[in-house]
């Protein structure tokens, strides 16, 4: 089994930063993609940003230039930088990781971002 824990969410004003962590525990031997999903109320869950483990890249087209993701192989702990946010940013943001030996997808409880005024 494998346990991600998030930690960064919170209040943001319009156009302001954030910065998402994710470590994982447990079994994570096989572990290769990290990321990010979001699901914003009433509506589906959706891609924010995956990196391999080798460091290989995906962004939804709504976070490109905006959002970073970046990844510490050593700690097992994945980022997301969050720049010049919208208030369309505001979620549920959780922690996503997949085994590529056994197939089995893990999630995190789930972070709130908000960005108001």
């Known amino acids: 089994q494998v346990h991600l824990a998030e930690s960064g969410g919170g209040l943001v004003q319009p156009g302001g930063s954030l910065r998402l962590s994710c470590a994982a525990s447990?079994?994570?031997?096989?572990?290769?993609?990290m990321g990010w999903y979001r699901q914003a109320p009433g509506k589906e869950r959706e891609l924010v940003a995956l990196?391999?483990?080798?460091?290989?890249?995906n962004y939804a087209d709504s976070v490109k230039g905006r959002f970073t993701i970046s990844r510490d192989n050593a700690k097992n702990t994945v980022y997301l930088q969050m720049s010049s946010l919208k208030p369309e940013d505001t979620a549920v943001y959780y922690c996503?990781?997949?085994?590529?030996?056994?197939?089995?997808?893990?999630w995190g409880v789930g972070t709130l971002v908000t960005v108001s005024s």
């Open positions: 996503y990781a997949n085994n590529i030996v056994n197939g089995i997808e893990y």
């Open positions: 447990g079994s994570i031997f096989g572990i290769n993609a």
């Open positions: 990196i391999s483990s080798g460091g290989s890249t």
